[in-house]
Every structure is written in structure tokens, then in C-alpha cells.
């Protein structure tokens, strides 16, 4: 069922996730570094006030659907009257920020960046149901017109000269048409009333711990941007993220494909069957996942150079390509722990000490930015953040054990560590060369060999499902 799902979510978050890559391409051939930096320090504190006021709301729904499958409109009712709450008190809060500015361009901004907001809140809850119901083609098609629409007219209007405002226009349009077209269908039986606030208490409880966690986690993998400009300039925000994104969209894409497909099984295998069959079905998602994160993984680390000629504009080329290696690292540690290790604290309802792993995470990142950016410049960033996200697993590891223990090494996760060796030893004669059509070559050839490899050494029992699948054929 894990594989199954996988790969359904693959096709579900493939496209889209091709098309938001596909736009850091275009968008950095047609924005300037600084255009590019004024837009992702936008989408940055968008997506700090969404994680601080709505992250709450979606982690309930995907802790407590599947425990209300028979009936769950009262639920999703209480659900939907948190997230009107919550929206009335964002448009407070952003209507006055917006009475207290001065300066015209940040009022534009704040304009645009409150209903950005919330219909991206909107958007992310009417995914996660999605998910919830085990419904991977309508989680698909919302994410697929999503990207379809915001790169379409975000091109068209960056061609009509809005600058740095026209994807932050198209993502709003973009993911409204989505929710609009096939999101609001999902909540048709939900009722939100007054009389629904004392459901809220055990939302509250369960989610806000986990809220202040992700909204440190937030801070840990975007304070960098703040730093950034702060310390250097919106040009150095708009290279360093063209970098980071490069390398976050595919090995995020991959991992969390992972765990939106195993993370319901988890939970639905604990609420079922107990503490033990949970542990089976993480050792399960773990093994696929470093199966799949280690080739990637290494790959950007070692084809940096090429990657990026090929893929960003002239102007972020040379600061992104010392970036990736790290920030292959960093993103590969980031999402371990997040999509694996952190399921401890979840499935034993301690979410508190996520609080803690990652406010410590937080601490040292800042700290290290502030030290090292000045020393380092882009790299100083990438140094924190690795530093930082290395911490954090760390500590993720240790403590969630005491609470859900989750294997840590396995015979499968050593076989994949060797078959990611062998990649790395056949790749590495042929890192020199330039152009698109070597890359092509070096990553169809990295991936033949890792698996042959893997397949040889029958990694996650691999060799055993083709051949069981070849006779029942028969």
C-alpha cells in the first residue's frame, strides 16, 4: 500500500512540482537578483503568518480525521470555524499594518500579502483533507492548476512589466482558481458554528505546540533571507534563494511525496493496531525514503556547477553554485527529521519537545548568520543552516526515542548508504565535464547504476516485489 500511495502522490505532487522547478528557471532569466529577492522575501513572511495562525488547523485534521471517518462533519465544521476565525484576525492585523506604513510600495505589498494568506491557507487545508480521505487525484489536480495558473500569468505579467508583484499576483489567482474549482466540494457537508468553540479546546492543545514548533523550524530555514537582506542587500536574497529552491523544490517534492502517502498509514496503523504495527509501517516509509533522498542528494552535491548553468539566469550563477553542495546537505537532514524522526513526538502527543529541537535549531542559526554572513558572505548562510538543521536532527533523534522509538540503522539503510558509495565512485571521473547533454548523461548514468545496485542487493526487499510481480503476470 506505502509503494502504491507513493506513487500516486508522485504523479500527484510530479507536475507541479516540475512547474514550480520550471519556474525558478524562467523566473530568474526574467527577473533581476533584486526583483527576485524583494518576491521571495514575500513569500517568506506569508509563509511565516501561515505556519503562526493556520499551521494548527491542518495538523488536527491529519491527526484527528481518520479517527472520525464515520461521521466527520463535526470535525470539519470546527476545523472550517478556526480557519474563519483566524482569517478575520489576520485581515485585523494586516488592515493595521497597512494604516501604519507610510511608504507606498510596502503598502502594495502588505495588500497583495494578506489575502495571499489566506487563500493560501485555504489552499494547503483543502489539500491536506484531500490527503486525509486517501485521495491522491483530486490532492493532484489542485496542486496541478495551481502551478499551471501562477507560472502561466506569472509569466504574462512579468512580460507586461510588473516586476517583482506579478508571481505574487499569479500565486494568489493560481491557488484561489483551485480551491474555487476543486477544494470548496470537500467541505460541502461542514457547517461551522458558534456553537462549535469548545470542540476547538482539543485542536488547540494538540496543534499549538506543533505550531510554535514548525514556526521555529520556519525561522530556522528562512531567517537566512531576513539576515540576508538586512546584512547584504534584496540581490543577495534573490541568489541565495534561486540557489536554495533549486535544490528544496525537488528534494522536498521527493520526500514529502514519501510521507503524504505514509504518514496517514502510520497513523491509521497506530489508531488500529497499536504502537508496534505504527513502528512496522515507519521502518517501511524510513527505508523509502533514504532510498530515495541519498542519490538525489549526492547528485546535487556533486553536479552543482552543471545544474546550475543549466538552470538558473547569467546573474545567479556563480554565487548559486557554491551554495548547492550545503544546501543539498542542509535540505536532506531538514526533511529526515521532519518526515521521519519528528513522527515520534506526534504519535506519542509530546509535541512539546519539537518546541524545544527546534528553538534550539533557531537559536544557533540566527547566531551563526549573524556571525558568519558578515565573514562568508552567501556561504556564511549555507554554513548556518547546515549547522543548524544538523542540531536539530540530532536532538530529534535522541529524544524522540525515548518516546516512539524509530529505528535508526537498519540492513536496508546500510545497503542504500553503499549503493549511493558505488554512485558516487562511478560519477566521480565524469563531474568535470559542462553542457546539458552531459548533465543528462551523468544523471541518466548515476541513476542506472544506483539501481542496479539496489536492485542487486534486493534494498527494501525491491528484487523480491519484481520478481513476485513477474509470476503472478504469468
Same mark, same amino acid.
Given at each position: 500500500?506505502?509503494?502504491?500511495?507513493?506513487?500516486y502522490?508522485?504523479?500527484?505532487?510530479?507536475?507541479?512540482?516540475?512547474?514550480?522547478?520550471?519556474?525558478?528557471?524562467?523566473?530568474?532569466?526574467?527577473?533581476?537578483?533584486s526583483?527576485?529577492?524583494?518576491?521571495?522575501?514575500?513569500?517568506?513572511w506569508?509563509?511565516?503568518?501561515?505556519?503562526?495562525?493556520?499551521?494548527?488547523?491542518?495538523?488536527?485534521?491529519?491527526?484527528?480525521?481518520?479517527?472520525?471517518?464515520?461521521?466527520?462533519?463535526?470535525?470539519?465544521s470546527?476545523?472550517?470555524?478556526?480557519?474563519f476565525?483566524?482569517?478575520?484576525?489576520?485581515?485585523?492585523?494586516?488592515?493595521?499594518?497597512?494604516?501604519?506604513?507610510?511608504?507606498?510600495?510596502?503598502?502594495?505589498?502588505?495588500?497583495?500579502?494578506?489575502?495571499?494568506?489566506?487563500?493560501?491557507?485555504?489552499?494547503?487545508?483543502?489539500?491536506?483533507?484531500?490527503?486525509?480521505?486517501?485521495?491522491?487525484?483530486?490532492?493532484?489536480?489542485?496542486?496541478?492548476?495551481?502551478?499551471?495558473?501562477?507560472?502561466g500569468?506569472?509569466?504574462?505579467?512579468?512580460?507586461?512589466?510588473?516586476?517583482?508583484?506579478?508571481?505574487?499576483?499569479?500565486?494568489?489567482?493560481?491557488?484561489?482558481?483551485?480551491?474555487?474549482?476543486?477544494?470548496?466540494?470537500?467541505?460541502?457537508?461542514?457547517?461551522?458554528?458558534?456553537?462549535?468553540?469548545?470542540?476547538?479546546?482539543?485542536?488547540?492543545?494538540?496543534?499549538?505546540?506543533?505550531?510554535?514548533?514548525?514556526?521555529?523550524?520556519?525561522?530556522?530555514?528562512?531567517?537566512?533571507?531576513?539576515l540576508?537582506?538586512?546584512?547584504?542587500?534584496?540581490?543577495?536574497?534573490?541568489?541565495?534563494?534561486?540557489?536554495?529552491?533549486?535544490v528544496?523544490?525537488? &528534494? $522536498?517534492?521527493?520526500?514529502?511525496? %514519501? =510521507?503524504? +502517502?505514509?504518514?496517514? /498509514?502510520?497513523?491509521? #496503523? *497506530?489508531?488500529?493496531? !497499536?504502537?508496534?504495527?505504527?513502528?512496522?509501517?515507519?521502518?517501511?516509509?524510513?527505508?523509502?525514503?533514504?532510498?530515495?533522498?541519498?542519490?538525489?542528494?549526492l547528485?546535487?552535491?556533486?553536479?552543482?556547477?552543471?545544474?546550475v548553468?543549466?538552470?538558473?539566469?547569467?546573474?545567479?550563477?556563480?554565487?548559486?553554485?557554491?551554495?548547492?553542495?550545503?544546501?543539498?546537505?542542509?535540505?536532506?537532514?531538514?526533511?529526515?527529521?521532519?518526515f521521519?524522526?519528528?513522527?515520534?513526538?506526534?504519535?506519542?502527543?509530546?509535541?512539546?519537545y519539537?518546541?524545544? &529541537? $527546534?528553538?534550539?535549531?533557531?537559536? %544557533? =542559526?540566527? +547566531?551563526?548568520?549573524? /556571525?558568519?554572513?558578515? #565573514? *562568508?558572505?552567501?556561504? !556564511?548562510?549555507?554554513?548556518?543552516?547546515?549547522?543548524?538543521?544538523?542540531?536539530?536532527?540530532?536532538?530529534?533523534?535522541?529524544?524522540?526515542?525515548?518516546?516512539?522509538?524509530?529505528s535508526?540503522?537498519?540492513?536496508?539503510?546500510?545497503?542504500?548508504?553503499?549503493?549511493?558509495?558505488?554512485?558516487?565512485?562511478?560519477?566521480?571521473?565524469l563531474?568535470?565535464?559542462?553542457?546539458?547533454?552531459?548533465?543528462?548523461?551523468?544523471?541518466?548514468?548515476?541513476?542506472?547504476?544506483?539501481?542496479?545496485?539496489?536492485?542487486?542487493?534486493?534494498?527494501?526487499?525491491?528484487?523480491?516485489?519484481?520478481?513476485?510481480?513477474?509470476?503472478? +503476470?504469468?
Amino acid at each position: 500500500m506505502l509503494i502504491r500511495y507513493t506513487a500516486y502522490y508522485g504523479l500527484a505532487r510530479g507536475v507541479p512540482g516540475l512547474l514550480n522547478f520550471l519556474a525558478i528557471a524562467i523566473y530568474t532569466r526574467l527577473l533581476s537578483p533584486s526583483d527576485y529577492g524583494i518576491y521571495a522575501l514575500v513569500v517568506v513572511w506569508v509563509g511565516l503568518v501561515n505556519v503562526v495562525c493556520f499551521q494548527w488547523i491542518r495538523l488536527s485534521l491529519l491527526r484527528f480525521f481518520p479517527a472520525n471517518l464515520d461521521d466527520p462533519r463535526r470535525l470539519l465544521s470546527t476545523l472550517l470555524l478556526a480557519y474563519f476565525s483566524v482569517a478575520s484576525l489576520t485581515g485585523i492585523a494586516g488592515v493595521t499594518v497597512w494604516l501604519m506604513l507610510a511608504d507606498e510600495s510596502l503598502r502594495t505589498l502588505v495588500l497583495i500579502a494578506v489575502p495571499l494568506v489566506w487563500v493560501q491557507a485555504g489552499f494547503e487545508l483543502c489539500l491536506e483533507l484531500a490527503r486525509s480521505q486517501l485521495n491522491p487525484l483530486r490532492y493532484g489536480l489542485m496542486a496541478g492548476a495551481r502551478a499551471v495558473i501562477a507560472l502561466g500569468l506569472g509569466i504574462l505579467l512579468i512580460s507586461w512589466g510588473s516586476g517583482a508583484f506579478g508571481p505574487l499576483w499569479a500565486m494568489l489567482v493560481g491557488m484561489l482558481a483551485a480551491v474555487v474549482m476543486l477544494g470548496v466540494s470537500l467541505w460541502r457537508d461542514a457547517r461551522p458554528s458558534l456553537a462549535l468553540m469548545p470542540e476547538l479546546k482539543p485542536l488547540l492543545i494538540y496543534g499549538l505546540p506543533l505550531t510554535a514548533t514548525f514556526a521555529l523550524g520556519f525561522v530556522v530555514s528562512s531567517s537566512d533571507r531576513f539576515l540576508l537582506a538586512a546584512l547584504l542587500n534584496n540581490e543577495a536574497v534573490g541568489i541565495y534563494t534561486a540557489g536554495y529552491d533549486l535544490v528544496a523544490h525537488v &528534494i $522536498n517534492l521527493l520526500l514529502m511525496t %514519501v =510521507n503524504l +502517502a505514509g504518514y496517514p /498509514l502510520v497513523v491509521r #496503523a *497506530f489508531e488500529q493496531h !497499536g504502537r508496534e504495527a505504527a513502528r512496522e509501517q515507519l521502518d517501511r516509509n524510513g527505508a523509502l525514503m533514504l532510498l530515495i533522498a541519498i542519490p538525489v542528494t549526492l547528485g546535487f552535491m556533486m553536479l552543482a556547477p552543471q545544474i546550475v548553468a543549466l538552470m538558473l539566469g547569467e546573474a545567479f550563477r556563480a554565487g548559486a553554485s557554491q551554495l548547492l553542495p550545503w544546501v543539498a546537505l542542509a535540505v536532506f537532514m531538514s526533511c529526515l527529521r521532519a518526515f521521519h524522526f519528528d513522527l515520534a513526538f506526534q504519535l506519542s502527543e509530546k509535541t512539546i519537545y519539537q518546541v524545544w &529541537i $527546534n528553538g534550539g535549531a533557531a537559536l %544557533v =542559526n540566527v +547566531a551563526l548568520n549573524l /556571525l558568519l554572513i558578515p #565573514a *562568508f558572505g552567501l556561504l !556564511g548562510a549555507a554554513y548556518a543552516t547546515v549547522i543548524a538543521y544538523g542540531v536539530a536532527l540530532v536532538l530529534s533523534v535522541l529524544l524522540g526515542r525515548r518516546l516512539f522509538a524509530i529505528s535508526l540503522i537498519t540492513r536496508d539503510n546500510i545497503k542504500v548508504l553503499l549503493c549511493g558509495a558505488v554512485m558516487v565512485a562511478c560519477l566521480w571521473p565524469l563531474r568535470e565535464a559542462n553542457g546539458a547533454l552531459a548533465l543528462v548523461e551523468r544523471v541518466m548514468w548515476g541513476a542506472a547504476v544506483y539501481t542496479v545496485v539496489a536492485f542487486s542487493m534486493n534494498v527494501a526487499n525491491v528484487r523480491d516485489r519484481v520478481f513476485a510481480k513477474l509470476r503472478t +503476470a504469468k
